[in-house]
């Protein structure tokens, strides 16, 4: 079996087993993280859901992250777990996806669900099955210790999107949303939002952004990029969960919580904006 190396161990995130379990009952605990550890799940998810989770170093974004990965916790173990995150390396084609293998944390290894990851990619001859696109790729990686933490052995499968226009959104949600249609499977968007602005400028034009997206207007979370020039990185995996979301029947979002980088350091001046959004799993 092929196994996929982590790139950012001991950067992003602890780099021990140790180190790295602490730093993630941190994120759940922190006072800008939910404030408890999550009870582990007793019961599996009823049905698919979605998130849209940060993927920046723990420090900064981890707790931001611990509040939509506690609100899965709380619905119940899902079968999967599909991250589509940001393709920040420029390798790869327009949308990659990683078919087959394992990736490895200081946690363990996490298999790549190969029938799920077919399905995805019969879906759209849009999607790709390659390697070069995850080399050196951050914002799949990231979420991984929190599935493992939570959930221990489960299958998942990464996508990573270069072109990041909305048609190209929208058919890989219809992808994904075909993949996944009756499936207990939690579809995870991994994107930052506004980099290196003003906490007050940061804060104001990404909850305009937030606004569309909580209520499935694709659209207008466009419109609202163009209009106030949002830095969001992700904004094209955002999209495909969203529109997955959407294709699916899971409602109207939620926002779980938003938080800057400066909440965390002190400093106002430069920031990058984080976002939990969920979509489902009404209990």
């Known amino acids: 079996m092929m196994i996929r190396r982590p790139y950012v161990a001991g950067l992003f995130y602890a780099g021990s087993r140790e180190r790295l379990r602490e730093q993630l009952e941190w994120c759940f605990s922190c006072e800008f993280g939910p404030g408890k550890l999550p009870e582990p799940p007793a019961r599996p998810l009823s049905g698919p859901v979605a998130l849209v989770l940060p993927h920046a170093g723990y420090q900064y974004s981890g707790p931001v992250a611990a509040w939509g990965f506690a609100w899965l916790a709380e619905r119940g173990r899902p079968e999967a777990a599909v991250i589509v995150g940001t393709n920040h390396t420029g390798r790869g084609g327009g949308v990659s996806l990683g078919p087959r293998g394992a990736w490895e944390t200081p946690l363990g290894a996490v298999e790549i669900d190969t029938a799920l990851a077919e399905a995805i990619l019969k879906g759209s001859p849009l999607i790709e099955a390659g390697e070069a696109a995850f080399l050196g790729e951050h914002s799949v990686e990231v979420q991984l210790p929190f599935l493992q933490y939570l959930f221990g052995e489960i299958g998942f499968v990464p996508l990573v999107?270069?072109?990041?226009?909305?048609?190209?959104?929208?058919?890989?949600?219809?992808?994904?949303?075909?993949?996944?249609?009756?499936?207990?499977?939690?579809?995870?968007?991994?994107?930052?939002?506004?980099?290196?602005?003003?906490?007050e400028r940061a804060s104001r034009q990404d909850r305009a952004a937030i606004e569309r997206l909580l209520s499935l207007d694709l659209e207008g979370f466009y419109g609202a990029i163009r209009r106030y020039s949002i830095s969001i990185c992700g904004y094209g995996p955002i999209a495909a969960v969203v529109g997955a979301a959407s294709i699916l029947g899971l409602g109207a979002g939620k926002l779980l919580k938003y938080a800057t980088s400066g909440e965390v350091t002190g400093d106002r001046t430069a920031v990058v904006g984080y976002a939990s959004l969920a979509f489902g799993g009404e209990r």
């Open 161 to 199: 999107m270069l072109d990041q226009r909305l048609e190209v959104a929208r058919e890989v949600g219809r992808a994904l949303a075909e993949a996944v249609r009756a499936r207990p499977v939690a579809l995870i968007a991994s994107s930052d939002f506004t980099h290196y602005e003003p906490h």
